[in-house]
């Protein structure tokens, strides 16, 4: 993670049993699988595949059976991620983290001003390789905090 980075407010608790299935993490298996996630202690990393630039770090603590998000950041060095929402980025964060870590159902987070002529499925599959059905940021609600 570079030193430019944005602190998201993303907020979430997992059980022992979610965090033990996060802790296994993602190795890409083909051209169509574009994160790379792994644990290292309680600091979960999200890479993209092709390139191995690190676009999130999440920071877990553990308080009794659960563990909970600590901290979130983002990576904003602009030569290596153009990102720079930060709502967007911690609603794609748990997107990223409910679906693809914990085979879950989220919607994905498409983000404002994306044109709507734009084929469906096509930025969310090139975000995370994925087919889950889009809804817009606008009409429906895409984290919840506590």
């Not at 009794?64 to 990576?75: F, I, P």
């Amino acid at each position: 993670m570079p030193q430019e980075t944005a602190v998201l407010s993303y907020r979430a608790e997992f059980s022992s049993q979610e965090f033990e299935t996060i802790s296994l993490g993602l190795v890409p298996q083909e051209m169509e699988d574009k994160w790379f996630i792994y644990l290292e202690g309680t600091t979960l990393y999200l890479h993209r595949s092709w390139t191995g630039i690190c676009v999130y770090e999440v920071e877990f603590q553990e308080s009794g059976m659960k563990y909970t998000v600590h901290r979130a950041l983002a990576n904003r060095d602009q030569t290596q991620y153009q990102g720079s929402d930060d709502a967007y980025d911690a609603a794609l964060l748990h997107f990223l983290i409910s679906n693809l870590l914990l085979d879950k159902q989220v919607a994905f987070p498409v983000a404002r001003g994306l044109s709507k002529e734009a084929p469906k499925g096509v930025f969310q599959h090139h975000i995370s390789g994925t087919a889950y059905e889009e809804k817009t940021m606008e009409t429906k609600p895409w984290w919840k905090f506590w």
